[in-house]
């Protein structure tokens, strides 16, 4: 069964720290996807990667970084965390034209 | 640019009773269209998709759905609400182009969270 899987499913850290959210697929997908979701909201793109070394802002980049070193890993980076950034966090990988596998999610908190 | 509005955030049904929730889109170009369910503390699971083939677009669990250019709409129904439904329900749109190349982004609605009362 292909597989996104994101490292933490809870994580609490303090304000001010560098946290880093890890994803990996093993579907060998040339896409991947950081989404952020908050009620009401529904998910909103932070960053995205169509190749390795490669990526491109969402519609909320601000306050994050990505890395994609490897074509099966996919990092969100929070450089700086905040209160506001507490939220649940979704990776997701495509095939270019092809359907999401999402993650199951990381619920950070930041206090 | 593409954006999805879903126009209840909250639905209440009975079980047996027709489920319907609403979806509007707007997208530049010929719009990819999902639905996405998430149940509590579960993934996304997808349960249809419109890829300009047929209109009426049937999914999992006897949910379909049915894309009207016209009025720019893709709604989900079901006959009758099981109580297993009750989750939170996504209308996606998917961009087919940005600069030349497709990444097929989604764009997702707020989302509706659907009640199934017995």
């Known amino acids: 069964d292909v597989k996104v899987t994101q490292s933490s499913r809870y994580l609490v850290k303090r304000t001010g720290e560098k946290v880093f959210l890890e994803c990996v697929q093993d579907m060998d997908h040339e896409n991947m996807f950081w989404y952020r979701q908050d009620p009401g909201l529904g998910l909103r793109l932070i960053y995205f990667s169509y190749d390795v070394k490669m990526k491109e802002k969402g519609d909320i980049p601000e306050g994050y970084s990505v890395s994609r070193e490897k074509k099966e890993r996919f990092s969100l980076i929070l450089e700086s965390a905040s209160t506001n950034q507490t939220s649940m966090y979704l990776c997701?990988?495509?095939?270019?034209?092809?359907?999401?596998?999402f993650g199951s999610g990381t619920r950070l908190t930041v206090v | 640019a593409q954006s999805v509005t879903q126009l209840d955030s909250h639905v209440s049904v009975s079980e047996g009773t027709p489920v319907l929730l609403r979806c509007n889109y707007s997208s530049s170009y010929s719009p990819s269209l999902f639905w996405y369910v998430q149940h509590p503390n579960k993934g996304l699971q997808l349960l249809l998709k419109y890829t300009s083939a047929a209109t009426l677009v049937k999914g999992i669990n006897g949910f379909e759905a049915e894309f009207k250019k016209s009025e720019t709409s893709f709604h989900l129904t079901k006959p009758s609400a099981h109580m297993s439904d009750a989750a939170e329900y996504f209308c996606v749109v998917s961009d087919q182009y940005t600069g030349g190349t497709s990444y097929g982004k989604l764009t997702f609605g707020q989302g509706t969270i659907l009640t199934v009362h017995p």
């Open positions: 997701a990988s495509s095939l270019m034209g092809g359907n999401y596998t």
